[in-house]
Each structure stands twice: as C-alpha cells, then as structure tokens.
C-alpha cells in the first residue's frame, strides 16, 4: 500500500453522506448544486436522485426510473433487479444509465432536463447483455464513450449513439486494475492532457479498493497511479469498512472530491454490518497530476453525541416518497381510503410488504394497524424475505416472529386487545466484550399498551446482517401484509447513532 493509501485507510470518515442501504454512489455537478444516485436491487421505485448545494447535506428530489414503464422487477429476486447507476450532466442535460439484471439483456439509458423528473422512457442498448456497472464519458468533439464491466471479459468500452442506443465501435477490453478480483465500476473523466480511469476491484466486501490510472486517449493504454489503491480500508482498524466503488467530482472553486461506498461493521469477530453499504465522501488533491486522498467529508447529523433523534410520522396521506417495496411500486401493492388510510394488500400468492431504509445503527419503529378479521400483518424489519423480525396480528393474538434462513421461530405472544401499537427497536448488544454473543445489535419485538411497552422477544442482529443473509442491500423497516388487506394508520421512526 503506497503511503497516500495508508493516510486515506488512517483517515476514512466515521460517519456516511447517505446512511443506511445506499450503494454504489454515483455524483455529478450541475452549476452550483451536486447530483447523486444510488444502486436499488430489487426496490421501486428505481434509482434516487438526490441534490446537494455542498456535498454535505442530501436532499431526496426524484427517481430515475419512477414507473412501471421505466422498471420492470416482476421477477427480481433479493439482491437482484437495478446495479450500479452512473450519472452525468453534459450538454444541459442529466444522464443516467444502468442495469436491470432482472428484465430483457442490455443497459438502460434514461435522460432528464430537470433532475428531479419527468425523465425519458429507457432506451436499451443492444450488445451489452452481460454488461454491469456502465459510465458515460464524452469527448471535445461530442463523442459518447460508454464504458462498463463485463464479469466475463472484463472492462469493456465502445463509442455510443446516444439517439439510438447504437454501439458505433466493437467494444474493446480497457485497463483491468492492480489485480484486484472483479475489476468493476469503471468510471472515466477527462481532466487536462489526460482520461483518467477509476475502478473498484477486490469485490464489494473486505478485500474492496478504488484504483486509478490515465491515458492519453479515452481508450487507453491505461498506465497505473503510483499511488494506487486510490481509497481502500483493507487491513485497517477503520470504524467504516469494505470501500470502494468511488466516482469523482470536481467543484465549482475547481477543487475536487468522490464519493464512495462503505460499511460500518459492528460486534466481536468477524463482526456484521446490517445498515447496508452506504455513501461516503472525501475530498481529493493532485500529486503530480495524479488524484489521492485528501480529508474526509462528514455531515454533523450522524453525530453518536447528538441527542435528538431524527423522527419520521406517518399519518394520513400516501407514502413519503423514500418508501420502497420489493418487486414493485409502493402504489401497485396499496390504495388510499377517503379518510388517508393507506391499505396494503396481500396477493392470493404471495405476502407485500412496503417500508423504509434503516438508516441509523440505533432505531425504533412504532406502528398502529387496521388488520380486519380474515387478515393478518404488521411491523417488519428485514434483509430479506428470509431474514426477518415481524411484531403481527393474527385474528385475537399479536405475536412477534423471527425468520432465518428456512427457520421461522416465535419469540413471543400475546393476548391482542383494541389499541395495541406494534414496536421494533435496535439497541446496542450487553453482551460482555470478548465474547461470540456480541453481535452488531439486538433487535427488540414489544407492544405498546396503555403507555407501557410490553416485551415480547428479542434476537441478536447478526441474523439481521449481510454477513448473514448475503446480498447487496441492507435492513429496511416497515408493514407487511402477509394475508387479506391491512391499513397503516400511524407509523412512527425515529433514529440515532450507537455510540
């Protein structure tokens, strides 16, 4: 590791830019504002687009891929359907494309005037079947050089007609980094007499790096940076962990900056992170015409110190906007009843669930539910449809449920009375140190009756992490609707930081 790596793995942020299951960051400057989106999966809707004045403080203002037209995840399976965006501004226009690994074979490009919609219908680009993780660059002349990450051949890059989704070249094999496994994310800039190529490589997990090289031309040869790895955590004590997948931004004072992915592990060896991968950010400076880590970029909201917690009610009225559902729309799975109630309603076939990202390591979430007889749901919080914590009303009982893997075991139940307010909660694991029973957290199922919080179970959540449930997203919170119709009448999060 070069000596500029080893200050970047000392000085990596503690705290995210996007907290909670915001993956594979991707940033653009549009004037004085900045522009971000993030991978999704399996979740609709498609791809948020978040603005910046500062780099500091995000502010959700749209999706990429905002209707069925736009994004088909009638069959993604966890951890499938949209990976990796890029998105750009280039001749007063935003730019975005990615992958559905789920729908028909190709990228997908959308564009927009106004980031925050309406944006085009998809246009596929044929002859980028296996093609994951595409970057759009353009030359002096206008030229349009779609790159992406083929994980059989490798990093790949062809001239585009924008207009048509045409390839104008044969793709040709690009630089494949230092080695790395999985050499992915490409992302290409023109800066001075040079392009300049960023990868991830090492795989999205402990091994990750972001790695840099330049050319004369767009397509190469690539020579590597002597300061290579640009960002990495690998073998470090960092708080943030497994980064990588950085894309690079310059300011309007012409000082530059990336964002890029990491994790915040918790609990004994060889700890779980249950939040997802999420966005972090750095300022860069050049060294002899190469970029490397300069400081870290923090917003003060994640402060651990901070007392108040961030708090988000739901009444009457649809669904906050961040509101994702797994393999389809928030609006294709619920209707809104005169008074605002929001319904979900479960298939013949199949239970619905819609929610929220966990975006703090500590968390409470409070529901009060209309569950009529004949149905059943409630509170969930998950990874995935197999790895889950459900407080829920069946007929007279309210019971809370833990799902592993194939394993569904009850961890409580009680008698259900009218008024009966579901509650999941996240506090740090007493658990003694030095000891395998210190997990990331403990995840806590209770009702709320009468003002008093009844316990009814509680799981260590490790079984809630990635580590174990594999994948590529992170915990979500929310209802789910397992059978018949349930209406949200009151759903309360609040959030803070661990210390």
């Given at each position: 590791m070069s000596e500029s790596s080893q200050h970047a793995a000392d000085q990596l942020p503690r705290r995210p830019l996007l907290a909670g299951f915001h993956p594979d960051p991707s940033v653009c400057r549009a004037g004085d504002a900045y522009y971000l989106a993030c991978s999704t999966f399996e979740y609709a809707p498609g791809v948020p687009i978040f603005s910046s004045p500062d780099l500091l403080d995000w502010t959700l203002i749209g999706h990429a891929l905002d209707r069925p037209s736009r994004l088909d995840l009638a069959s993604a399976r966890p951890s499938g359907g949209i990976y990796a965006p890029t998105l750009r501004f280039h001749d007063d226009r935003f730019w975005m494309i990615v992958r559905n690994s789920t729908g028909a074979p190709g990228l997908l490009l959308v564009t927009a005037t106004d980031p925050g919609g309406p944006w085009s219908e998809p246009l596929r680009i044929p002859g980028t079947g296996r093609g994951i993780d595409p970057d759009l660059a353009w030359d002096a002349d206008g030229t349009c050089y779609l790159t992406w990450a083929d994980l059989r051949d490798g990093v790949m890059q062809a001239e585009l007609d924008t207009a048509t989704g045409e390839l104008l070249s044969e793709p040709a094999l690009l630089w494949q980094g230092m080695g790395g496994k999985f050499p992915e994310g490409p992302h290409l800039y023109r800066v001075g007499e040079h392009w300049y190529l960023v990868l991830?490589?090492?795989?999205?997990?402990?091994?990750?790096?972001?790695?840099?090289?330049?050319?004369?031309?767009?397509?190469?040869?690539f020579e590597?940076?002597?300061?290579?790895?640009?960002?990495?955590?690998?073998g470090s004590d960092s708080v943030v962990q497994s980064t990588g997948h950085a894309d690079l931004v310059q300011r309007g004072d012409g000082t530059w900056a990336m964002v890029f992915l990491g994790v915040r592990p918790r609990g004994m060896?060889?700890?779980?992170?249950?939040?997802?991968?999420?966005?972090?950010?750095?300022?860069?400076?050049?060294r002899d015409g190469w970029p490397v880590y300069s400081e870290p970029i923090e917003?003060?909201?994640?402060?651990?110190?901070?007392?108040?917690?961030?708090?988000?009610?739901?009444?009457?009225?649809?669904?906050?906007?961040?509101?994702?559902?797994?393999?389809?729309?928030p609006q294709d799975v619920s209707t809104t009843d005169p008074d605002g109630t929001v319904r979900l309603t479960a298939s013949a076939s199949s239970r619905v669930f819609t929610g929220r990202r966990q975006e703090h390591t500590g968390m409470v979430a409070m529901v009060q539910l209309d569950v009529p007889d004949g149905s059943r749901g409630g509170l969930e919080l998950r990874i995935d449809?197999?790895?889950?914590?459900?407080?829920?009303?069946?007929?007279?009982?309210?019971?809370?449920?833990?799902?592993?893997?194939?394993?569904?075991?009850?961890?409580?139940e009680r008698q259900r009375l009218e008024g009966d307010v579901l509650r999941l909660e996240t506090v740090a694991s007493d658990a003694?140190?030095?000891?395998?029973?210190?997990?990331?957290?403990?995840?806590?199922?209770?009702?709320?009756r009468d003002g008093e919080t009844v316990e009814l179970g509680r799981l260590d959540g490790r079984y809630l992490s990635t580590e174990v449930a594999g994948g590529f997203t992170g915990r979500v919170i929310g209802v789910v609707a397992e059978s018949g119709r349930v209406g949200i009448r009151r759903f309360r999060y609040e959030g803070w930081e661990l210390g």
């Open positions: 991830a490589e090492g795989g999205t997990g402990q091994g990750h790096a972001a790695t840099v090289a330049r050319s004369a031309s767009p397509s190469g040869p590597p940076s002597p300061y290579n790895p640009l960002i990495t955590a690998s060896f060889p700890q779980w992170h249950v939040l997802g991968r999420e966005t972090f950010g750095a300022s860069i400076e050049w917003p003060a909201h994640l402060e651990p110190t901070r007392r108040e917690p961030f708090v988000e009610e739901i009444g009457a009225g649809p669904l906050p906007a961040s509101w994702i559902t797994p393999g389809a729309f449809p197999w790895h889950a914590v459900s407080v829920e009303l069946a007929g007279d009982v309210v019971r809370a449920v833990a799902r592993i893997g194939g394993l569904a075991s009850t961890l409580g003694l140190p030095f000891t395998t029973r210190l997990g990331p957290d403990t995840i806590v199922a209770s009702i709320v």
